[in-house]
């Protein structure tokens, strides 16, 4: 049998690998499936970005290798938008990388500046590329529970110091996947103060950085003053514009990080698809009025599954971004029998908390991926399922 290596072993099943292939059987089964599981929105990408991207096919240029430089339109709209978004010059050739998809670069970063043995500052719950990143760097994981009493606030200089001394690399996120947190501006003070105090390199990620609501304004970590010395930020394509499969992303943030990252992927890809590059840069022109209809749109979903799932006698909060909702479950259910119960029986896809890391027990994630009325019906199964599961569970004495 072929023998495989132990950083590979070190890691668990990826938790959305079985997702795809359970809708297949499902639906070739005639269930009524009702997918919440991955945060894949229902909508189409914008109807101009796909018409730049069909006018683009034509030009013999754009399909060539992009190389890391890609497409200096690419470049240089994600440095404009940077700068209507968020009031920052970012530098297009030296302070932003394009990536194929945002996950590439954040797994990909461990590799530039993680030796064997240094400590990578995981959250738990959290979008697992993060530990894939530190465990092929050769790092060590360093596991650190988000708590809804902290609001989920990864806060780094509460570790021990011997911890933080060790530490080379920090993953944060927010608005959050799971757990929905926004992060308020002092937190973030004192995430970057910290990394400069420890020399530790802050890999923030934005991927859910316009998928926000009531008013509330997601900021940039490079808006926080020093945090240039030690950041890198990861922002997506995929959310915000409903463009997940096109696989485009982009870093920004501390050049010399910026440029190993680059090297490291000079080693592993060749840049990506120079016609999505053109068509993402129409895009990111375009950001201001294409992203409102999509935030209202999520922000009436995120009410109704909020009030739905209220009835069915579950505490949910109502967040203020992302573009999930973090569900805690009666005392007694596992999330992973909850979801598997919630698709077998009742045909509904939700993702267990465990799937998130030890620290997930106990809730499960809803992904708001389908429109209003399809939300109540599947909450209304989901009351169904812990119904069952509650009557099923032993009589305390
Ligand atoms: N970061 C977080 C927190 C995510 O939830 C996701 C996707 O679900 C990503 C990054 C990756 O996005 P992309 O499609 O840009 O790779």
């Not at 499902?26 to 006018?55: C, F, N």
């Not at 994600?78 to 990536?99: C, K, S």
């Not at 608005?175 to 973030?188: G, M, S």
């Not at 000079?266 to 409102?292: C, K, M, N, R």
Request: hydrophobic share 50%; charged share 20%.
């Amino acid at each position: 049998m072929t023998r495989f290596s132990a950083r590979l072993e070190a890691l668990p099943k990826y938790p959305l690998t079985g997702i795809a292939a359970a809708k297949l059987r499902l639906r070739a089964a005639g269930v009524d499936l009702i997918d919440l599981g991955a945060g894949d929105a229902d909508g189409p990408p914008p109807q101009g970005t796909i018409g730049e991207l069909v006018g683009s096919l034509g030009d013999v240029a754009m399909h060539k290798y992009g190389f890391q430089l890609g497409l200096p339109r690419f470049r240089e709209a994600a440095a404009a938008w940077m700068g209507r978004r968020f009031g920052l010059q970012v530098d297009p050739a030296h302070e932003l990388l394009p990536l194929i998809g945002s996950k590439e670069g954040l797994a990909h970063l461990a590799l530039a500046v993680v030796d064997p043995g240094d400590v990578v500052i995981v959250p738990e719950p959290g979008y697992q590329a993060y530990i894939g990143g530190a465990v092929f760097a050769g790092g060590e994981p360093h596991l650190v529970p988000l708590e809804a009493s902290r609001g989920f606030l990864l806060e780094l200089d509460q570790l021990p110091e011997a911890v933080l001394a060790r530490t080379r690399l920090v993953y944060v996120n927010y608005p959050n996947n799971p757990t929905a947190a926004v992060a308020p501006r002092d937190y973030l003070e004192r995430l970057v103060a910290c990394c400069r105090r420890h020399d530790i390199v802050l890999a923030y990620d934005n991927a859910y950085s316009d998928i926000t609501f009531d008013g509330y304004v997601a900021p940039s970590i490079l808006e926080i003053p020093g945090a240039r010395e030690v950041a890198v930020e990861f922002f997506s394509m995929s959310k915000s514009f409903q463009m997940t499969g096109w696989r485009l992303g982009f870093a920004v943030g501390n050049p010399e990080i910026i440029a190993a990252l680059a090297k490291v992927k000079s080693y592993v890809d060749t840049g990506a698809f120079q016609a999505l590059q053109h068509a993402a840069a129409w895009t990111l022109d375009h950001a201001e009025s294409l992203i409102p209809p999509m935030r209202t749109e999520l922000q009436l979903r995120r009410d109704v599954a909020v009030a739905a799932l209220r009835e069915i006698g579950l505490p949910v909060a109502s967040p203020q971004g992302a573009m999930y909702l973090w569900v805690p479950l009666p005392a007694g259910i596992a999330s992973a029998d909850f979801a598997t119960s919630a698709l077998e029986a009742e045909g509904v896809m939700v993702l267990p908390g465990s799937g998130f890391g030890a620290a997930g027990e106990g809730f499960f994630r809803i992904a708001l991926t389908v429109p209003p009325a399809r939300l109540r019906e599947a909450i209304t199964r989901l009351g169904r399922v812990i119904a069952q599961l509650l009557a099923a569970q032993p009589v305390s004495a």
